[in-house]
């Protein structure tokens, strides 16, 4: 069955509207020209052309009461964000609801070129560029370097400098008799540091140093062993791979040894041997001292008396840094430097890694291959020489890494 078309119903008058021109292009369900206004009320003057309304079944609904019977559209004049009502599609300004004549529309000037686009928009300051943040640190395993590596607000902990000094620096032991070492502080003993072992031409000169290993080294003795022989020592790091840390370890800690005739050494474990560690070397009867004084330089030491099984020798292993005392306690705890004894030409050959039962315990008091260790704690441990000391005997030294917990 076919379905009707609606018939247009004529719209009533709206007051205070102006006629608008019915524009086909723009709009729809209304006719064009005379005939549309004539179907929208005659003249066309004061119509109102809707759009259409369906009803729910598809179908066109019937217009609302009071229409004219026509579906109705809202075509009106279009009011900007301004308030100025806008042109028609047929281009006629529509005036004011009160019905007062619009103004006519404005011509564009074309000799007024329209404004950059962005030179109305208004301008956008930079932002203010955020304050620096504090750096956040990089934690890691903790190194020999006086940082706080692993990030728990302790530096050099858990031995982490041990293997640094086992494996790049020295210690140097020397001997001489008949007075015939340096002087003083001095630069060398004999060929060392130069070569790492060596004797004078006639012997009377004599040292060797550890191989950076962990190993002893040995150093045989000549003569009988008395008032006119001199013990000299001195600590020196290699500059690589890291010549702050060595520098730093050179002048911050330093080996002390110390000698007493007649079982007048310092018990075992003393805070001091004579005038050290306050002083770098010297004598306070009866006991007296010397060390590698923090500058990689020998000091001599002159013993007492004929040395034999009546003699006493001091080590200690001291750091000490009135600005880092940490890092000076946590070196200190991480080394440990054994001296050792060996009668009757029993000592072990040099390099070896242990000297009777060091390190694994040290011997400081019997045996004929005895030994003692300065423990980490910048304290004095007693060796107690051995018989008559002389041409068959040997002395042994080792730097070492020690564990720490």
Known sequence: MPIATPTPIAAPPL?????VACSAALLFGCAGGDAGRAAAGGDGSDALIGRSITSPGGGPEAP?????????????PSIGDDGARRPTADGEVPGPIDGTPAPPAPEADAASPLPAADAAAPAVPEPEPEPDAAPVPVCGVETCNGQDDDCDGTVDEHGACGPYVEAHCRLFLGWADERRGPAGRSPAW??????????????????????????????????????????????????????AVSAWLETHCALFLGHADDGNGAPEGSADWGPCPASTDGVRAPRRCTSTGFDRQFRTMNLSGNVDDNDDVGVAFVCRAP?????AAAVQAAVEVFFGQADENRAPPDGSPTWGTCPGAVQPNQGEIRCAGTAGDGRFHRLRMEGDVDGNDALGLALRARRVP
Do not use: Y
């Open 15 to 19: 007051r205070g509207l102006r006629p």
């Open 64 to 76: 609302p009461e009071g229409t004219g019977g026509v579906p109705w559209r809202d075509v009106g």
């Open 190 to 243: 004999g060929p060392c540091p130069a070569a790492d072992a060596g004797r004078s031409p006639d012997g009377e000169v004599r040292c060797a140093s550890t191989r950076r290993t962990g190993g002893f080294l040995m150093l045989d003795l000549d003569g009988d062993v008395n008032g006119d022989d001199q013990l000299g020592v001195a600590f020196q790091c290699d500059p690589a791979p890291d010549a």
């Open 323 to 327: 600005d880092a005392p940490e890092r």
